[in-house]
C-alpha cells in the first residue's frame, strides 16, 4: 500500500517529441476521488507528496489526507514538503555558508566525511544587498558605489568565491546584477522543473524556499515559494524536508480592471490592508477570478512579492496564458513554454476563465475601486489615500515620544553643492529612493515614473535640494528599457541616477545623508520623511534619522521629490512651478495610460536575451578574486567580517538530554509587532554601541564599520548588534529606546548585550516577553541566531509570526505563547521576575508547558503556556538542540 499511490499516478507527457515521466493528478484520483476543485497551490503540495511517497516521511495517509482537504478546506496534518531549489541572497545566504563551513569543521572533528556536507537541492544565491547608496545625483554613482562595494565586501566576497568551488549545486550571481527576486522572476525561475532520474526526464512544479521573505514574488509565475528562515533553508538543500501544517488557503478574487492613474503599487497596498485585517498569517492566498485575465504578470508579481506584508505563506497566481507571454517576452526556451502549458493543462493547474476552487475563506476586490495611495509611517499595512497623507503626518507626529519636550523648529542650512542657504522643516522629504524589487520589477511603473519626470523636466520643475534620490532596479533589463524608452535622461535630471542594481534604500542601505542635513534634523530634532517604492518601512530601518518611512509607486516617489514634504496634499495643491510662474500639479504631469503603454511596447525578448546570457561571469574585478581549492575553509582569524560560528563547538555525537529551565531572567520585554528588524542586527554600526566597540577595538576606522547586513557572517559583531535597534522599547527601561534593559536585580541600566554576558558569566538563562506577532517582518536567522548566542532559552509571546517562530526552535530556542486572556500586563510584570519552565523532556507539539513566575516578594504563580513547537519533526530539532545538529547528527551515522 506504501507506495500504491505513486506507482499509480506515474504517467508520460510527451511535448515536441520531447518524453517526460510526471507524477498524474488525474490517475490519482481512481484512489482520492475529485480533486478538480482543490486550489490550484494545493494541487502543487499534493504532486509533491505524491512523488516523494516512500511510507516514511510521506505516507499514503498524508495524501489522502491533503485530498481530504476539500471536505472543510481545513486539514490539521503535519507533511513533509521538498522544494526543488533554494535561493539566498547575499545578507542571509553568507551566514548560511559560513554554518555549512562550520558543519564541515565538526564533521571532521568528530570523524565523519566532509564531502557528504553538500547541498543535495540546487541552491542559487544572487549578491544584491551589499551595495549601499553612498553616492548619488551623478553620472558617476554607479561605479563609485560598486567600487566601494567591492572594496568593504572582498572578504565576503572571498568567502562566496570559495563556497561557490567548493560546494557542489551552489550557484553566485555576482554583485550589480540585480534583486535575486528579480533576477528569479525573469530568468531562474521555469514554472515546470524537469530534470534526469533514473535515465529518465522527470517533469514536477518549479518550487521553492528562499532566505528571504520576498520570495514570494516568484509566485506570480505559477512558482510555489516562500521564504524561510536561513536556518530551514540550510537543511532543505541539505535534504531535510520542509516540515509544515497542511495550510488553510484564502481566496483572493479580482474582479475589474485598474482605473487610469491608477498604479500596480496602488493595488498592492489596497491587497496588503484588505488582507492584513481578514487574517491570512500562517496561510495561503490564492488569487482568483476574471479580473486576472488582463492583470499583468508584473503586476501579479507587485502583488505576490508583498506576501510578507499581509502576513501570507505565500500569494499565489496560477499558470494561464498570462504567463506564457510573460516567459514569452523573457527569453524561456520554446520548449520550455510549451512544456508549462501541456504540464499546466495535464495537471489541473492551469487557470481557465470562471475557475472557482474550494478556499477555506474569500474576500473579493474589484479593481476599479483602487484609489491612489501610499503606505506608512512604520508599517506596509497601513494605506493611505494620497490626499490624507499630510493628516496621517501630523498624527504620527503628535504621537512621538516626549512630544511634549521634542524641539521641532525649522532649520536653516547651507547646501554643501550650492553652497546656497535653505530651510529645513518637520515633514521634510529627505530620501526620495526608487528601489526594491518590488516596483522595480514592473514596467508600467518603472515608465511612469520616466515619463512624470519628463513632463516636470520640459515644464522646469526640479527637486527639493534636501532630497536624496536614487534609481536602484532589480536587473539590467530595467536600464536597458528605460534608455530604450529615452527616459533615462530625465530622472537622471531630477537626480534619480542609475546607483547599483540591488535592494539599496529598502533594506536600510540608503547610505548617510548629507551631513548638513543630518546636522540640521538633529538640530531642530525634525521629524522628516523618506518616499520609496519599497516593501518594508518599519521605524529604523531606512535610516536612523528618517522617522517616517512612506511605500508609494515610483512615479510618486519622483513627485515626492518634487514637492520635497510630507504635509503637502498631492491632490490640491502645486508641486513647484514652471518657467512662466505657473503653479504645475500632479494632475499636469501624469502620464496618460496609452503613454504608458507605448513606453512599455519597448521592453523587448533580446533585452533579456542580453542581460542574462552572462549571467554568473560577473565583472573582471569579481573574476580575478584568488581563493583556496581546499575542501575545507582556511579561516583568517583576524577577519572582522568571516568568522567560524561557534555553534557546533561543544556538540557530540549524540545529544544530551533537554534541560528543563531553571532561574531565567528577564532580558527584555516587549511589545506588539516587534519585527526582525528590531530584534536582528540591522541597517549602520553606532560607534559607541558593544557592536562599534569591538570593531574599534580589532583596529576597524569608524568609515570601514560597514553594515551588519554585511557583517552577517562574523558572529560576534551580530550578537553584540541583537536587540540593539535604535527604535526597539524595552519595557524594563520605560521612556528609553534602543537597546538597554536593567540587569536584575537591581536597577542598573546597561546596552542588552553585556547584560546578557553578565549572566552568561553568571550561568543564569534568559527570557524574552513579548506582546503579539513577535518577529514580524522579514525571515532574519540572526533575529534567532543572536538571542541563542546571547542565552535566551525561551521566548514567551502572545503569538509569532511564522517564520520567526521555526528559526527559534531550529536554533534551540522554546516559543511558548501566553495563555488565552493573559499577557504580560494583565500579568503586571516588570521585568524583575525569575522564571521556571518545567517538564521539558514530556514536550509534546502544540501541548500545555506549565511556566512558574516568582516575583521580586518571592510570590510565585503558575502559567500553562502554549508549546508552539508545531510538528513532531521541529520536536525533534529541538531535541537535538537545532536543526544542524541533527543533520550533522544524521551525517554521521
Known amino acids: 500500500m506504501s507506495t500504491t499511490l505513486r506507482q499509480l499516478s506515474q504517467d508520460v507527457l510527451s511535448v515536441h517529441e520531447q518524453r517526460y515521466q510526471y507524477y498524474s493528478l488525474h490517475l490519482a484520483e481512481a484512489e482520492l476521488g475529485d480533486i478538480s476543485r482543490l486550489p490550484k497551490s494545493m494541487k502543487v503540495l499534493l504532486e509533491n507528496l505524491l512523488r516523494w511517497q516512500d511510507g516514511d516521511s510521506v505516507t499514503a495517509e498524508d495524501i489522502h489526507?491533503?485530498?481530504?482537504?476539500?471536505?472543510?478546506?481545513?486539514?490539521?496534518?503535519?507533511?513533509?514538503?521538498?522544494?526543488?531549489?533554494?535561493?539566498?541572497?547575499?545578507?542571509?545566504?553568507?551566514?548560511?555558508?559560513?554554518?555549512?563551513a562550520a558543519m564541515r569543521e565538526a564533521v571532521k572533528r568528530l570523524g565523519g566525511d566532509v564531502a557528504r556536507v553538500n547541498p543535495l537541492s540546487p541552491v542559487d544565491l544572487v549578491i544584491d544587498h551589499s551595495v549601499t547608496v553612498d553616492h548619488f545625483g551623478d553620472d558617476d554613482a554607479f561605479e563609485e558605489n560598486v567600487r566601494l562595494e567591492m572594496e568593504r565586501n572582498h572578504e565576503r566576497y572571498v568567502f562566496l568565491r570559495w563556497g561557490q568551488k567548493a560546494f557542489n549545486r551552489f550557484s553566485v550571481v555576482p554583485p550589480g546584477t540585480g534583486i535575486c527576486h528579480q533576477v528569479n522572476l525573469e530568468?531562474?525561475?521555469?514554472?515546470?522543473?524537469?530534470?534526469?532520474?533514473?535515465?529518465?526526464?522527470?517533469?514536477?512544479?518549479?518550487?521553492?524556499?528562499?532566505?528571504?521573505?520576498?520570495?514570494t514574488m516568484i509566485n506570480a509565475l505559477g512558482v510555489l515559494g516562500w521564504g524561510v528562515g536561513g536556518i530551514e533553508a540550510e537543511a532543505a538543500m541539505l535534504g531535510q524536508p520542509v516540515s509544515m501544517l497542511i495550510p488553510d488557503v484564502v481566496g483572493f478574487k479580482l474582479t475589474g480592471k485598474l482605473k487610469a492613474g491608477i498604479t500596480a503599487t496602488d493595488l498592492v497596498l489596497t491587497v496588503t490592508q484588505m488582507l492584513r485585517k481578514h487574517g491570512v498569517v500562517g496561510k495561503f492566498v490564492e488569487f482568483y477570478g476574471d479580473g486576472l485575465d488582463d492583470?499583468?504578470?508584473?503586476?501579479?508579481?507587485?502583488?505576490?512579492?508583498?506576501?510578507?506584508?499581509?502576513?501570507?505563506?505565500?500569494?499565489?497566481?496560477?499558470?494561464?496564458?498570462?504567463?506564457?507571454?510573460?516567459?514569452?517576452?523573457?527569453?524561456?526556451?520554446?520548449q520550455q513554454v510549451a512544456l508549462v502549458e501541456a504540464y499546466s493543462k495535464a495537471q489541473g493547474l492551469w487557470r481557465n476563465t470562471g475557475d472557482e476552487?474550494?478556499?477555506?475563506?474569500?474576500?473579493?476586490?474589484?479593481?476599479?475601486?483602487?484609489?491612489s495611495s501610499l503606505a506608512g509611517p512604520k508599517r506596509p499595512q497601513d494605506r493611505v489615500a494620497l490626499g490624507d497623507v499630510p493628516a496621517a503626518f501630523r498624527a504620527s507626529n503628535e504621537l512621538e515620544v516626549n512630544h511634549a519636550q521634542k524641539a521641532h523648529k525649522a532649520v536653516n542650512y547651507l547646501d554643501s553643492k550650492t553652497h546656497q542657504q535653505y530651510q529645513l522643516d518637520d515633514g521634510a522629504v529627505v530620501i526620495a529612493a526608487i528601489t526594491s524589487c518590488t516596483n522595480t520589477s514592473n514596467p508600467s511603473v518603472l515608465m511612469a515614473a520616466g515619463l512624470l519626470a519628463k513632463k516636470?523636466?520640459?515644464?522646469?520643475?526640479?527637486?527639493?535640494?534636501?532630497?536624496?534620490?536614487?534609481?536602484?532596479?532589480?536587473?539590467?533589463?530595467?536600464?536597458?528599457?528605460?534608455?530604450?524608452?529615452?527616459?533615462?535622461?530625465?530622472?537622471?535630471?531630477?537626480?534619480?541616477?542609475l546607483v547599483g542594481y540591488g535592494c539599496t534604500t529598502c533594506i536600510g542601505n540608503s547610505g548617510p545623508l548629507p551631513d548638513?542635513?543630518?546636522?540640521?534634523?538633529?538640530?531642530?530634532?525634525?521629524?522628516?520623511?523618506?518616499?520609496?517604492?519599497?516593501?518594508?518601512?518599519?521605524?529604523?530601518?531606512?535610516?536612523?534619522?528618517?522617522?517616517?518611512?512612506?511605500?508609494?509607486?515610483?512615479?510618486?516617489v519622483v513627485a515626492y521629490a518634487l514637492a520635497g514634504n510630507m504635509t503637502l496634499n498631492l491632490q490640491t495643491e502645486p508641486l513647484g512651478e514652471d518657467a512662466a510662474g505657473h503653479p504645475v500639479y500632479l494632475k499636469d504631469i501624469w502620464p496618460s495610460p496609452e503613454e504608458i503603454a507605448e513606453a512599455v511596447q519597448m521592453v523587448s525578448t533580446d533585452m533579456f536575451h542580453k542581460e542574462y546570457a552572462e549571467v554568473f561571469e560577473g565583472t573582471p574585478e569579481w573574476q580575478q578574486i584568488k581563493v583556496s581549492e581546499a575542501a575545507t575553509y582556511d579561516w583568517d582569524g583576524s577577519s572582522t567580517y568571516i568568522r567560524l560560528s561557534p555553534f557546533f563547538d561543544d556538540m557530540e555525537r549524540e545529544p544530551k538530554p533537554v534541560k528543563d529551565i531553571q532561574g531565567a531572567r528577564i532580558l527584555a520585554m516587549l511589545g506588539d509587532s516587534v519585527t526582525t528588524d528590531h530584534i536582528s542586527p540591522a541597517g549602520s554600526i553606532k560607534a559607541d554601541s558593544p557592536a562599534g566597540r569591538y570593531l574599534l577595538e580589532h583596529g576597524v576606522e569608524r568609515t570601514d564599520f560597514n553594515s551588519y547586513g554585511s557583517r552577517r557572517g562574523n558572529h560576534e559583531v551580530m550578537m553584540r548588534g541583537t536587540f540593539a535597534n535604535i527604535r526597539i522599547r524595552n519595557e524594563m527601561v520605560p521612556g528609553v529606546e534602543g537597546g538597554m534593559t536593567r540587569y536584575i536585580p537591581g536597577d542598573e541600566q546597561m546596552a542588552i548585550y553585556d547584560a546578557a554576558m553578565r549572566y552568561q558569566q553568571a550561568g543564569i538563562p534568559l527570557a524574552v516577553i513579548a506582546g503579539k506577532e513577535y518577529g514580524s517582518g522579514s525571515s532574519r536567522d540572526?533575529?534567532?541566531?543572536?538571542?541563542?548566542?546571547?542565552?535566551?532559552?525561551?521566548?514567551?509571546?502572545?503569538?509569532?509570526?511564522?517564520?520567526?517562530?521555526?528559526?527559534?526552535?531550529?536554533?534551540?530556542?522554546?516559543?511558548?505563547?501566553?495563555?488565552?486572556?493573559?499577557?504580560?500586563?494583565?500579568?503586571?510584570?516588570?521585568?524583575?521576575e525569575q522564571i521556571d519552565v518545567q517538564d521539558l523532556k514530556q514536550l509534546t507539539p502544540g501541548g500545555v508547558v506549565k511556566v512558574t513566575l516568582t516575583r521580586i516578594d518571592g510570590r510565585q504563580e503558575v502559567l500553562e503556556a502554549r508549546c508552539r513547537i508545531d510538528t513532531g519533526n521541529e520536536l525533534t530539532y529541538y531535541q537535538n538542540d537545532g536543526i544542524l545538529h541533527y543533520v550533522i547528527r544524521n551525517m554521521l551515522q
Not at 807 to 817: F, H, T
Request: include cysteine; charge should be neutral; hydrophobic fraction near 40%.
Open 187 to 215: 530568468y531562474l525561475g521555469q514554472a515546470v522543473w524537469h530534470e534526469e532520474q533514473g535515465g529518465k526526464e522527470v517533469a514536477y512544479p518549479d518550487t521553492l524556499v528562499g532566505t528571504d521573505s520576498h520570495t
Open 357 to 371: 476552487p474550494v478556499f477555506t475563506s474569500t474576500l473579493a476586490l474589484d479593481m476599479g475601486e483602487v484609489e
Open 516 to 556: 548638513e542635513i543630518e546636522s540640521a534634523i538633529k538640530q531642530g530634532d525634525l521629524t522628516v520623511g523618506a518616499v520609496l517604492s519599497g516593501n518594508r518601512n518599519f521605524e529604523g530601518r531606512i535610516h536612523p534619522y528618517v522617522k517616517t518611512n512612506w511605500l508609494a509607486s515610483p512615479p510618486l
Open 456 to 497: 516636470a523636466v520640459n515644464l522646469g520643475l526640479v527637486p527639493k535640494p534636501w532630497v536624496k534620490a536614487s534609481l536602484a532596479p532589480g536587473s539590467k533589463v530595467v536600464s536597458d528599457y528605460l534608455a530604450a524608452a529615452r527616459l533615462t535622461p530625465y530622472l537622471d535630471k531630477l537626480g534619480f541616477n
Open 295 to 334: 492583470l499583468p504578470l508584473a503586476d501579479r508579481a507587485t502583488i505576490a512579492n508583498m506576501a510578507p506584508e499581509y502576513g501570507a505563506t505565500c500569494g499565489f497566481f496560477p499558470v494561464d496564458a498570462v504567463t506564457l507571454g510573460y516567459m514569452k517576452l523573457t527569453g524561456r526556451s520554446t
Open 782 to 832: 540572526w533575529a534567532a541566531k543572536g538571542p541563542r548566542l546571547q542565552g535566551v532559552r525561551v521566548v514567551i509571546a502572545e503569538s509569532f509570526e511564522r517564520i520567526h517562530r521555526s528559526n527559534l526552535i531550529g536554533m534551540g530556542i522554546l516559543p511558548l505563547e501566553f495563555p488565552s486572556g493573559v499577557t504580560r500586563k494583565t500579568l503586571g510584570l516588570t521585568g524583575d
Open 65 to 100: 489526507a491533503l485530498a481530504g482537504w476539500l471536505k472543510n478546506a481545513h486539514a490539521d496534518r503535519e507533511i513533509a514538503y521538498r522544494p526543488a531549489r533554494v535561493l539566498m541572497q547575499d545578507f542571509t545566504g553568507v551566514p548560511a555558508v559560513v554554518d555549512l
